[in-house]
């Protein structure tokens, strides 16, 4: 931004503000040449209107100065109207071309900043459910090794049964069972006929 500033003088006349940029007018001031007790009127028009609003009234000795907040640009083609004995000094800023540039290019920076961060959060939530695919993967992979020891575990057992079956059948190859248990009865039979017979040779 630029300062700015004028003088107004009273008159019929009003005055025009050849504007080539936005201009912004922050305080109007008296500028006391010779006392009068008049006071002095700020009006102002735009456009071919004509129409006169007035935005500060000022006093010698009482209100000699007054902010103000009125922006312009060329499209309004302003004009400044003043009643009284007294001048009057405006001042206020302009706005430079190269700050409105800086303004779009900090507005574009701006959304470049968004559009890549946004763009971070996204690949980082891809990145994310891949590792928890990864992750079901690889646990989906233990608990099929898992399986595959049980089963391994399993067919050792039952290949030891099967084992264990087939000795036994060879041990007792060509032998019959009930010749066993025959023979077993005659033993016992045996047994008890000693018993009983010394039995009775105590009683006598």
Same mark, same amino acid.
């Given at each position: 931004?630029?300062?700015?500033?004028?003088?107004?003088?009273?008159?019929?006349?009003?005055?025009?503000?050849?504007?080539?940029?936005?201009?912004?007018?922050?305080?109007?001031?008296?500028?006391?040449?010779?006392?009068?007790?008049?006071?002095?009127?700020?009006?102002?028009?735009?456009?071919?209107?004509?129409?006169?609003?007035?935005?500060?009234?000022?006093?010698?000795?009482?209100?000699?100065?007054?902010?103000?907040?009125?922006?312009?640009?060329?499209?309004?083609?302003?004009?400044?109207?003043?009643?009284?004995?007294?001048?009057?000094?405006?001042?206020?800023?302009?706005?430079?071309?190269?700050?409105?540039?800086?303004?779009?290019?900090?507005?574009?920076?701006?959304?470049?900043?968004?559009?890549?961060?946004?763009?971070?959060?996204?690949?980082?939530?891809?990145?994310?459910?891949?590792? =928890?695919? %990864? @992750? +079901?993967?690889?646990? *989906? /992979? $233990?608990? !099929?090794?898992?399986?595959? #020891?049980?089963? &391994?575990?399993?067919?050792?057992?039952?290949?030891?049964?099967?084992?264990?079956?087939?000795?036994?059948?060879?041990?007792?190859?060509?032998?019959?069972?009930?010749?066993?248990?025959? =023979?077993? %009865? @005659? +033993?016992?039979?045996? *047994? /008890? $006929?000693? !018993?009983?017979?010394?039995? #009775?040779?105590? &009683?006598?």
């Amino acid at each position: 931004m630029a300062f700015w500033g004028l003088e107004i003088k009273p008159g019929k006349n009003p005055t025009p503000l050849n504007l080539e940029r936005r201009l912004v007018i922050k305080q109007a001031a008296l500028s006391v040449s010779k006392s009068s007790p008049e006071p002095v009127v700020l009006s102002v028009s735009v456009g071919k209107n004509g129409q006169q609003y007035v935005v500060c009234r000022l006093h010698e000795g009482k209100v000699e100065h007054c902010p103000l907040e009125l922006p312009f640009t060329p499209e309004d083609q302003p004009m400044l109207h003043l009643k009284g004995a007294h001048a009057v000094h405006l001042t206020g800023f302009l706005e430079m071309e190269d700050e409105e540039e800086l303004e779009e290019d900090e507005g574009m920076a701006d959304a470049t900043a968004t559009k890549v961060a946004a763009g971070r959060q996204a690949n980082g939530g891809g990145a994310m459910e891949e590792e =928890d695919s %990864e @992750d +079901d993967d690889s646990f *989906e /992979e $233990g608990e !099929e090794e898992e399986g595959e #020891e049980e089963d &391994e575990d399993s067919l050792d057992g039952e290949d030891l049964a099967a084992d264990i079956a087939a000795k036994r059948a060879k041990l007792f190859e060509g032998v019959d069972m009930k010749d066993l248990v025959g =023979d077993d %009865e @005659d +033993d016992n039979f045996g *047994e /008890e $006929g000693d !018993e009983s017979e010394s039995d #009775e040779g105590e &009683e006598e």
